[in-house]
């Protein structure tokens, strides 16, 4: 079974700072990864993906993640954090291609706040 | 591109009515929608896979007589929450995946904030 942990769920930082934030996944097979980003009361936006290729992924709003799979890690970075950064994260794990099952298993979130 | 929409985004009703939530693909075509329920402060959960044409299959613990889910054409998938009742106010969150992409991508709506009084 697909599973996603998100080890921090509160982060702070001061606004400049530059922040990580941490997923481990669990998949028998080429996983398919993804960040995605959740202000209140809104929908999901995504930030970033991974199914292969380069293991560095650039994402929108200057985030970016490392997929490492010796540690099956995706974790999120971003060098300077921006006030309206102050959101709900998650981290998803899917299968790469449609033959391998639709379904995207979610990490529990990381709420990230601010500090101007 | 990939544009997914919600109808309506957020709705009151009264004990033991029924809602229904519209999910649209708006510039695609969408053979799978997924929907997702979402409780404060919490990650979200998989209820049902709905597939254009069939029956939807829906994750364990999930009623299927209570959460009604019609995929009658390849944009539009609707959930009906039969016989609402305060322990069903939540965010409901539905998604869609592009029928012509190979991998595996959801597309997801802005949410349905359903309060039952």
């Known amino acids: 079974a697909q599973s996603v942990t998100q080890p921090d769920i509160h982060i702070t930082v001061s606004e400049g700072a530059s922040l990580e934030l941490r997923c481990n996944y669990s998949?028998?097979?080429?996983?398919?990864l993804f960040w995605y980003v959740q202000s209140p009361g809104q929908g999901l936006q995504l930030l970033l993906k991974?199914?292969?290729?380069?293991?560095l992924v650039q994402g929108i709003k200057g985030f970016e993640a490392e997929f490492k799979r010796s540690q099956s890690s995706f974790n999120l970075r971003k060098p300077s954090v921006h006030w309206s950064d102050a959101a709900e994260y998650f981290c998803?794990?899917?299968?790469?291609?449609?033959?391998?099952?639709?379904?995207?298993?979610f990490g529990t979130g990381t709420q990230l706040k601010v500090e101007l | 591109g990939a544009v997914v929409s919600q109808h309506p985004s957020w709705v009151i009703c009264k004990s033991g009515t029924s809602v229904k939530i519209e999910c649209r693909s708006l510039?695609?075509?969408?053979?799978?929608m997924f929907w997702y329920r979402q409780f404060p402060k919490q990650s979200l959960m998989l209820m049902a896979t709905?597939?254009?044409?069939?029956?939807?299959?829906?994750e364990q613990g999930v009623e299927k007589d209570k959460f009604l889910i019609n995929h009658a054409s390849l944009t539009l998938s609707t959930l009906t929450v039969t016989s609402a009742h305060p322990e069903d106010s939540s965010f409901y969150i539905c998604?869609?995946?592009?029928?012509?992409?190979?991998?595996?991508?959801?597309?997801f709506g802005p949410g349905t904030r359903l309060t039952v009084l």
């Open positions: 510039d695609f075509q969408a053979t799978t």
């Open positions: 709905s597939n254009e044409g069939s029956k939807a299959t829906y």
């Open positions: 991974y199914f292969s290729g380069d293991t």
């Open positions: 998604s869609a995946k592009d029928a012509r992409l190979s991998y595996n991508e959801q597309f």
């Open positions: 998949y028998g097979a080429t996983p398919y």
């Open positions: 998803a794990v899917g299968a790469g291609l449609t033959g391998g099952g639709n379904k995207l298993t």
